[in-house]
């Protein structure tokens, strides 16, 4: 049996009725490919084998590695030995890729922004993370729940709460709740603006949330001479729409 290490910040679902609803509600078309992020015991591989999927599990655990390729054979040449933080997602085939995962806590913001840097091939991502960061990532514009990357990820995906999952599902249970979510791609292939800097925007507004955004936009714009509506408002206030339009204004008094 793996054993959970607190370092990794590994919480394993035992119950597969939950398991199975993940890797259902993760929408594919046969021979589409599949990554798992950190597949721990297996217990959301099993199902995912079920299905005629091209699939890639990645665990940086070397006993997790030996656990799933001595419970599934043909998982050797495809079960990838690595942190996925590091990978090149290009080394996967296919133009779609689907990524699938119950991901560390510790680390899910950061897979996150990887999507973000692969967001024109990654067509959907279902996972299971800590509540409090799933609902934040689901949040309406208006919420104090709404920040960073509820904008950045709803401005390329649609973003889904599904579930929720008690700590008695985990061995070991966590201290707090998580939930299940699903981004799956919109068809905006790009933004009408600068998409780095819709990011710096949106990053520089919301680590001054409390200020109006004329205060804390001049960590990036030292000259605000002229005068737009959205500058009087708080970030949690604009949709994705209107931090694009800030973006494209911010854009043009830089010119």
Known sequence: MVRPKKHL???????????????????????????EVGPGTGVLTEW???KDLHFFPVEIDSESVEHLISRWPSLEGTLVNGDFLLLDLSQFP?????ILGNFP??????????????????????CMLQKE???????????????ILSVLLQAYFKVEYLFSVKPGS????????????????????SL??????FHRVVKAVFNHRRKMIRNSIQSI?????????????????LDVEQFIELTSWVESQDG
């Open 9 to 35: 910040g590994q919480h394993f679902l035992t119950d597969p009725s939950i398991a199975r609803r993940i890797v259902d509600s993760l929408n594919t078309e046969p021979g589409e490919v599949v990554i």
């Open 48 to 50: 995912i084998l079920e």
């Open 94 to 98: 296919g133009d779609k890729l689907h």
């Open 105 to 126: 806590y510790n680390i899910s913001s950061q897979i996150f922004f990887k999507v973000l840097e692969n967001r024109k091939r990654v067509e959907s991502v279902v």
């Open 133 to 147: 960061v799933a609902e934040r990532i689901c949040s309406p514009h208006g919420s104090k729940k709404y920040g």
């Open 170 to 189: 985990f061995h070991p249970p966590p201290k707090v709740n998580s939930g299940v979510i699903r981004l799956e791609r919109n068809t905006r292939s």
């Open 192 to 197: 009408p603006c600068d998409e780095v800097l």
């Open 221 to 237: 714009l030292l000259n605000l001479d002229r005068q737009h509506e959205l500058l009087s408002k708080r970030p949690e206030q």
